[in-house]
């Protein structure tokens, strides 16, 4: 008897793996018909040509078009593309979760659940489905090392408003980033718009992205960041530039960026397999390992020289609250800042 | 004997005007459709609403938004500055290159013509490296050598942006007033100093009241310049934070935009350029100098004994501030892992132009989006305006007149203003071009028709109408004697148009700014993005492939011309 159940038993597995692999088959090749994903990505130029890489190297023939820019300036491009009639994007991501919350509500996302994600935090997930944490990051406080001692460093975020800082910091803008716009958001939570007010006076250089300020501390031309996400800075100390990181202690805002695939998606099934492929083990471990970002999959280890989100006090920003004071917040932030 | 005379008492040569006759209004109709429409929605969109009808409300919300007055404010600043700092600049320089025996001459000229073509928004980044306050090179080295703590210069706010677009904008006045010294004889100079006038005298109640013109004129060019530019003030005042109309109208295009608000900021600025180059043409319209225009005579050469190394070491100052440091920091940039570094081996990387060339995927499609564009408007546009001034100065239909204006107006329309324009114009039926390269391509082609006209028109009057008579008389069509007479004498003439019209898109900016998608993505467009995340390396090496391919240009109209683009003679 043994035997034969044995034998029916390896028959089914066989069986089994043959139709997962024949259903992923057919999967690939209706993807490969389709020939390209176009991906509007917030994610760092060379952390998501890095991505792309390695789709196209584990598909060959779907090609990924990457459009980096802001998560402000994604979802202007993509209302005004939709106003204009054009269907060019399938996959959205951003570092704005309110963005999805209003894609959402118009009815603009597909609902579809990447594999892998079950055991994602809360925090990652969409309740309806729509929408998942592809990384997340942390807004912290960045100094050039050359300029400063750890013990001359700012260590919070109201020790930026000392009138010694000024004409030498530098932030980001939300207007462009949704890193930023997150930031703003949990800072004002935190201590009222009267602390940009402050520190509005100690007239830190503009930029755009959050990319951005890790650059202009690493070569000098402003001492401190007053934010920016901290995978950037984390990269940037890496290549050997002269950066240290602080996490200031009343609290880091903590941006989880999503990312969905459009309801008009032009490239559907290219779209579900490049989402499956980003959510896999081995490519959020990569965004851990090179790129410094936090990730929601439960199995990614982390660097040894970054600390744990679970040893961060982290200030989290609601989706819904964000996207509805988005607007307000890059509002008042220029005419705080000027420009 | 005129040739309508002839046509009229020949039945064949009717039936050949009446062929051509289409072709002439076709092009004419073209001309105001590109024009027209676009401008009719700008003006509709500022006064009016999708639901409620016509309204003032975007005026007033314009005027009472303290920061849109503030943006105005400063561009009217910016521009005066440029205006008057470019005048300071190029006059002296096309004197010294005009008239006197300055060494080098030769060389000097082929540097203004550098500093003219090359895109101002590269030359305001090379100066972000240069003068920025801490980490800019020029400081650094100031502070070493001096042990000061504050900078020596910072690029960032109104006195480094008026610099910066000086930098690239004194060409205007230069061109003026050195193609006006060119044609003054010497010979009035020559009687007041003979009747006792110092040097100084004559320079100021002579030759000055002379290039007076050419100076009123290059100053309102140089204003025009200023009042048009994005990309300066995007890199240099956005982060001492503050907007000019250029950019203020840009950051209106973010979600939610404000497309209403941004027609009626265009208006003033569309406005004051049209003001301004009115009174431009009245300056040049006082024909009430006979000495100027007059070939005779001699120009003699002033020597400028002790003042000729001084006066050469002024002229590589302003070259050094145009070409020679921001050119050299480009290079750097393009080959070393942090710019901000020296160049040691440690920091020597090709890096940039593999992650550039390889590994941006935006790149490759950006330079042939780029190179297609070039192509396709320089090609049409040629084509284009070698009919119209062909139309315009043989007068081959009625209102012929209004010919020349419309393929000049363009002139008044800022990029930023025309992209709106036509932004609202093409993302509606009937033509929904919103997301295609045609958009681009006919933003081009209107932005630059008035540079590619007024070469063509040069052409054209240059081609004694009586080769064609001749032609006419044999019995020949319009068309034909178009094509067999008067473009083989023209072509070199149309040759340069074409150069002109690809360089001007190769560095398109303003208008690309707002009218790309990511899938039509130009060369500009991918530099601006990189500049927003900081990616340097990167900028320099599509800053250097930019500089080439137009240079590469350039060379090709120096030698189909067989002289210098300025226009200058020896």
Redesign the interface.
């Known amino acids: 008897m043994l035997p034969i159940v044995a034998r029916t038993l390896a028959f089914a597995t066989v069986v089994l793996f043959a139709t997962l692999a024949s259903a992923q088959d057919a999967r690939v090749e209706a993807a490969r018909k389709e020939g390209k994903v176009v991906w509007y990505t917030s994610l760092a130029l060379p952390s998501a040509e890095k991505v792309a890489k390695l789709f196209e190297a584990a598909y060959p023939g779907i090609k990924v078009e990457v459009h980096r820019t802001g998560s402000e300036r994604i979802l202007g491009r993509v209302m005004q593309e939709l106003k204009a009639n054009i269907k060019n994007v399938d996959v959205v991501h951003t570092s704005d979760a309110g963005h999805f919350v209003m894609f959402k509500g118009r009815g603009l996302l597909t609902k579809y659940t990447p594999a892998g994600v079950e055991g994602f935090p809360a925090g990652f997930k969409d309740k309806d489905g729509y929408y998942y944490g592809l990384r997340a990051t942390v807004n912290a406080i960045a100094y050039n090392t050359k300029a400063l001692s750890a013990a001359e460093a700012p260590k919070t975020w109201k020790d930026l408003l000392d009138p010694k800082w000024k004409g030498k910091l530098v932030t980001a803008h939300p207007g462009y980033s949704g890193v930023i716009t997150t930031h703003v958001a949990a800072l004002v939570n935190l201590h009222g718009w009267d602390y940009f007010k402050q520190l509005a006076q100690n007239r830190p250089m503009l930029v755009q992205s959050a990319v951005d300020p890790s650059g202009v501390v690493a070569s000098g031309e402003r001492v401190v960041a007053v934010n920016g996400g901290d995978y950037t800075f984390y990269q940037t100390k890496k290549k050997g530039n002269p950066l240290e990181i602080v996490y200031p202690r009343e609290g880091v805002p903590l941006v989880v960026s999503p990312t969905a695939i459009m309801s008009f998606a032009p490239h559907p099934n290219a779209s579900k397999l490049f989402t499956d492929f980003t959510f896999s083990r081995e490519v959020q471990q990569v965004m851990a390992d090179s790129e410094g970002l936090y990730t929601g999959h439960p199995e990614v280890r982390y660097p040894a020289d970054k600390p744990k989100l679970s040893e961060l006090k982290l200030l989290t920003v609601d989706p819904e609250e964000l996207e509805k004071r988005g607007e307000e917040i890059r509002k008042r932030f220029v005419e705080i800042f000027g420009a | 004997m005129t040739g309508e005379g002839v046509a009229a008492g020949t039945p064949g040569r009717l039936r050949g005007i009446d062929r051509a006759l289409p072709v002439w209004v076709a092009v004419v109709l073209v001309l105001v459709f590109l024009m027209a429409l676009p401008l009719g929605w700008l003006v509709w969109m500022s006064v009016s609403t999708e639901a409620a009808g016509p309204t003032l409300g975007h005026y007033a919300a314009v005027l009472q938004s303290p920061?849109m007055l503030k943006a105005l404010w400063n561009t009217v600043v910016l521009a005066f500055w440029v205006g008057l700092a470019s005048v300071a600049v190029g006059a002296p320089l096309a004197w010294l290159t005009a008239r006197t025996d300055l060494p080098g001459k030769g060389v000097m000229r082929a540097l203004v013509l550098a500093s003219f073509v090359t895109p101002p928004f590269l030359g305001a980044f090379a100066w972000v490296m240069l003068a920025?306050?801490?980490?800019?090179l020029l400081n650094v080295l100031w502070r070493d050598v001096t042990g000061a703590t504050e900078p020596l210069f910072d690029i960032?706010g109104m006195p480094g942006l008026v610099f910066v677009v000086t930098t690239y904008t004194f060409p205007y006045v230069y061109i003026m007033v050195a193609n006006t010294l060119a044609l003054i004889a010497s010979d009035l100079e020559e009687a007041a100093a003979i009747l006792g006038a110092g040097r100084f005298t004559v320079a100021r109640t002579v030759t000055l009241p002379m290039v007076a013109p050419a100076l009123v004129s290059g100053f309102i060019l140089s204003v025009l310049q200023a009042l048009a530019l994005f990309g300066s003030p995007a890199i240099l005042?956005?982060?001492?934070?503050?907007?000019t109309i250029t950019?203020q109208i840009w950051?209106l295009?973010?979600?939610?935009?404000k497309i209403e608000q941004a027609a009626a900021i265009s208006m003033p600025l569309l406005l004051a350029t049209a003001l301004l180059l009115l009174v431009q043409k009245r300056v040049l319209g006082r024909r009430g100098y006979a000495a100027v225009g007059g070939k005779g005579g001699q120009r003699r050469t002033i020597p400028l004994g002790v003042w000729r190394w001084p006066a050469l070491l002024g002229c590589m100052a302003v070259m050094a501030c145009a070409i020679f440091l921001p050119y050299g920091i480009l290079a750097k940039a393009a080959f070393s892992?942090?710019?901000?570094q020296p160049l040691t081996w440690s920091n020597l990387t090709l890096g940039n132009f593999t992650?550039t060339f390889f590994?941006?995927?935006?790149t490759r499609s950006a330079i042939v989006n780029t190179l297609e564009l070039g192509i396709a408007t320089a090609s049409v546009g040629a084509v284009m305006v070698a009919l119209l001034s062909y139309v315009a100065n043989r007068r081959l239909i009625v209102g012929h007149q209004v010919v020349a204006f419309l393929a000049l107006a363009p002139i008044v329309i800022p990029g930023v203003v025309l992209a709106v324009a036509l932004f609202i114009a093409y993302?509606r039926p009937p033509l929904?071009l919103?997301?295609t390269l045609t958009i681009l391509f006919v933003a081009y082609l209107t932005k630059e028709m008035p540079v590619g006209y007024a070469q063509s028109d040069a052409t054209f009057r240059g081609i004694p109408p009586e080769l064609e008579e001749a032609g006419r008389i044999l019995g020949a069509g319009r068309l034909r004697i178009l094509r067999d007479v008067t473009a083989p004498l023209a072509r070199s003439g149309i040759i340069a148009a074409w150069c002109f019209i690809f360089i001007g898109v190769i560095r398109e900016l303003s208008a690309s700014i707002i009218l790309f998608?990511?899938?039509t993505k130009v060369m500009s467009v991918v530099i601006f993005?990189?500049k927003?995340?900081?990616?340097?390396g990167a900028i320099a090496v599509l800053g250097l492939v930019m500089l080439a391919l137009t240079f590469a240009t350039v060379g090709l109209v120096q030698a189909v011309l067989g002289r210098d683009v300025l226009g200058v003679k020896d």
């Open positions: 920061a920025g306050p801490n980490a800019g960032f005042a956005m982060p001492a934070g503050f907007h950019t950051s295009f973010q979600y939610p935009p892992r942090a710019w901000a992650f590994e941006y995927s935006a993302t929904i919103y997301g998608t990511p899938a993005d990189l927003e995340e900081g990616q340097f």
